[in-house]
């Protein structure tokens, strides 16, 4: 089994250097249809809170709002608000599933120290 890497405008990329790989993107593009959000993108962003000081988040938009970078690979755009991009420089969020449970992993090179739970992050 051989993956690809997802189709990345370099421009946007140099900016943002956030990727999703095959899985995610199908993940992602799988959720959309399922919730009739033809036209819609992915919004990646990181917020305040958690017990290490920042959380991940992943919505769904319609439009990208104004200054946000924008990446688009496989036919999904992805939105990112600029003051995150220093947190998620270099990250690459994949889709796994396993023992556990099935959602999306972030490997982020920027992240200092995690919480117990693996849900927020220091940087």
Avoid: H, W
């Avoid at 709002?65 to 600029?82: H, I, Q, S």
């Avoid at 889709?95 to 992240?111: E, Q």
Wanted: glycine content about 12%; some cysteine; proline content about 3%.
């Amino acid at each position: 089994m051989t993956t690809e890497s997802p189709e990345i405008n370099q421009e946007t990329t140099d900016k943002l250097e956030l990727k999703l790989t095959e899985k995610a993107i199908a993940q992602v593009k799988a959720i959309l249809a399922r919730e009739n959000l033809e036209g819609y993108g992915l919004r990646v962003s990181v917020v305040a809170g958690g017990c290490s000081g920042f959380s991940y988040g992943l919505d769904f938009e319609k439009d990208e709002r104004p200054g946000d970078l924008v990446l688009e690979m496989n036919g999904l755009k992805a939105y990112l608000d600029p003051s995150a991009a220093k947190y998620l420089k270099g990250t690459v969020i994949d889709y796994v599933s396993g023992l556990n449970g099935a959602g999306f992993k972030f490997t982020n090179p920027n992240v200092t120290a995690t919480c117990g739970c693996g849900t927020s992050f220091s940087a």
